[in-house]
């Protein structure tokens, strides 16, 4: 089982830039998929951007394309999103979301329900 805690959320002005960390708990985080979620209020959550075991796959959101990166730091049990260009409509809950992906090197996923684990997610909030 792994523990999942974001961090750095924040208020930006539109245009600004914010980077979320998610750490992981535990000794085998480069088992672990990685995803990025957010619930924007009154709306249901939404694919961000994921991140295979060593990296090599990053689908992102077609709405955070161009704009958001995500990486991992496996000797840090961490994940990140640095997110630029911001959009009042990036405000959201960001949560992350991990998965064991013992025999798929390359593989991401997008859809919340193929994650095991959750954190409790950051707010970002995005002023225009």
């Known amino acids: 089982q792994v523990q999942l805690v974001e961090s750095g959320g924040g208020l930006v002005q539109a245009g600004g830039s914010l980077r979320l960390s998610c750490a992981a708990s535990g000794r085998t985080f480069g088992i672990y998929a990685m995803g990025w979620f957010r619930q924007p209020p009154g709306k249901e959550r939404e694919f961000v951007a994921a991140?295979?075991?060593?990296?090599?796959?990053?689908p992102y959101a077609d709405s955070v394309k161009g704009r958001f990166t995500i990486s991992r730091d496996n000797a840090k049990n961490t994940v990140y999103l640095q997110m630029g260009s911001l959009k009042p409509e990036d405000t959201a809950v960001y949560s992350c979301?991990?998965?064991?992906?013992?025999?798929?090197?390359?593989?991401?996923?997008?859809?919340?329900?193929?994650?095991?684990?959750w954190g409790h997610g950051t707010q970002v909030t995005v002023s225009s």
């Open positions: 991140i295979s075991r060593h990296g090599g796959s990053t």
């Open positions: 979301a991990a998965r064991a992906a013992l025999d798929q090197y390359y593989s991401a996923y997008n859809r919340a329900g193929e994650y095991y684990y």
